[in-house]
């Protein structure tokens, strides 16, 4: 295997197969969500549910401290769903950030042919250095025969020398195969990036928009369950009037209520009513 | 926990919740407090309307504007909430209907055609149910049961005004 050349279908394939396989994973979780999604007409909202989450669960553990009973069976599953989902989420846009890492640590490691060269690279790389020490052997033992005295010696000698000259010969031909190897490792580390790179982009965005939405849906109907439960129960109406608390009972009338009892003279408080005003807007 | 099942009644219940959500950007309490005036709204919870509201448009009408026309048969019964209608016998208007008044009744009880058209005697303002409730949870049974009774306390109520005037009782 002198010239190593892939045509541009069979780098198409090698890639296009590996994203299958990559994004196997996330593609059932997506598809299992999105067919819950449309066969049963669940509302995607306009809001960004997952920039809201923070104080989704900041709400829900408070209500929740005020009436545990709100959370039914029902609030407790979706709850939870979501913060699988989330954190799912989280750690996959994290995961494949670095999409450099991405194509050398799952993508080459994973093409039989890199791989198969990198075990020749070790291979050979080991027998080069069997025969440097092979080579250092016998010249250490030349240097000891400092006088040729006898017959056996002369032949020692003559011996030694050939010894050397096979392993110099041995350790070139290692050398020079090591180059070809690295080669075709480079070719291959170059030949697929572009491709790669177009490939996984494509991917890695149109997952992770899916699940983004996934989550801004299940977050939604979270938002919504928590606050239908909650205007029903008698403990939390009571702390709205006592509150003095106006509005429907829904997140935006909480999220001005916290804005209304912040002390934003307090610096870690500073960030929170940026935050919360925020939020706010986004409600609007 | 990344495929989490539910159950078709969790399912309805989230869809029903979800949809109050929408209805309220429209302003659900402006409704609710309209609709909890109307005889057919008595003794309903507010999330009991707000979920029979689910069903509820809020219509707007120039003058003489078609609010329902004679012939058809509407599963939809009709709240006037500002403004008058012309109730109208061909093109003859026989009756004009002041705010306050549920009309559209005589399609619902009898599903025959309906013989009159209603136009709009102004500007008015209306609401809109839609009487085909689909019955998803035990709660949602009982909340259309009384919706329903209410309907037919209004109307023994009607008939029973309009035979006294008539010198019948």
């Known amino acids: 295997m002198d010239e190593l050349i892939l045509t541009q279908d069979e780098i198409k394939k090698i890639a296009h197969d590996f994203m299958q396989e990559y994004f196997a994973e996330v593609e059932e979780i997506v598809g299992f969500h999105v067919e819950f999604i449309n066969e049963n007409g669940f509302i995607e909202p306009s809001v960004d549910y997952s920039s809201l989450r923070v104080f989704l669960d900041t709400a829900a553990n408070d209500l929740k401290s005020l009436d545990p009973g709100i959370f039914n069976s029902l609030l407790i599953k979706l709850h939870s769903d979501v913060a699988s989902l989330h954190n799912y989420f989280t750690k996959l846009t994290k995961n494949l950030q670095i999409s450099k890492v991405v194509y050398v640590r799952d993508f080459l490691e994973n093409i039989k042919l890199f791989v198969d060269l990198q075990d020749d690279m070790k291979k050979t790389d080991g027998q080069k250095g069997k025969y440097k020490s092979l080579m250092l052997q016998a010249e250490n033992q030349l240097e000891a025969m400092k006088e040729i005295k006898t017959k056996e010696d002369l032949a020692k000698q003559k011996n030694l020398k050939r010894r050397y000259a096979d392993a110099l010969h041995k350790y070139s031909e290692c050398e020079e195969e090591l180059k070809v190897i690295r080669k075709k490792l480079k070719y291959l580390e170059e030949v697929f990036q572009e491709e790669f790179f177009e490939q996984f982009e494509q991917y890695r965005d149109y997952y992770l928009s899916v699940l983004k939405r996934v989550v801004n849906v299940k977050a939604y109907y979270f938002d919504k369950l928590l606050w239908y439960n909650a205007k029903d129960s008698e403990i939390i109406r009571k702390f709205f009037k006592d509150s003095k608390i106006e509005g429907d009972y829904e997140t935006k009338t909480f999220v001005k209520y916290y804005i209304r009892n912040l002390n934003i003279d307090q610096t870690k408080e500073h960030s929170w009513h940026a935050y919360l005003t925020e939020v706010l807007r986004m409600l609007d | ?169």
């Open chain 2, 1 to 169: 926990m990344l495929f989490t099942k539910y159950s078709t009644e969790e399912i309805n219940l989230m869809l029903e919740v979800g949809k109050m959500k929408r209805f309220s950007q429209y302003d659900d309490n402006q409704f609710i407090q309209i609709a909890k005036k109307l005889p057919i709204f008595q003794n309903l919870k507010d999330s009991d309307i707000a979920s029979i509201m689910l069903n509820c448009k809020f219509l707007k009408f120039k003058n003489n504007q078609l609010i329902i026309k004679d012939g058809i048969v509407s599963s939809e019964i009709f709240y006037l909430a500002s403004g008058k209608i012309n109730i109208l016998l061909g093109e003859r208007v026989i009756k004009v209907v002041e705010a306050g008044n549920i009309f559209g009744l005589g399609s619902f009880v009898t599903k025959e055609p309906l013989e009159v058209s209603i136009t709009s005697h102004g500007s008015s303002a209306v609401m809109s149910f839609n009487t085909n409730l689909q019955v998803t949870t035990e709660s949602k049974a009982y909340t259309y049961f009384l919706f329903y009774k209410n309907i037919s306390k209004y109307l023994s109520s009607k008939i029973k005004s309009i035979s006294k005037s008539m010198g019948y009782i």
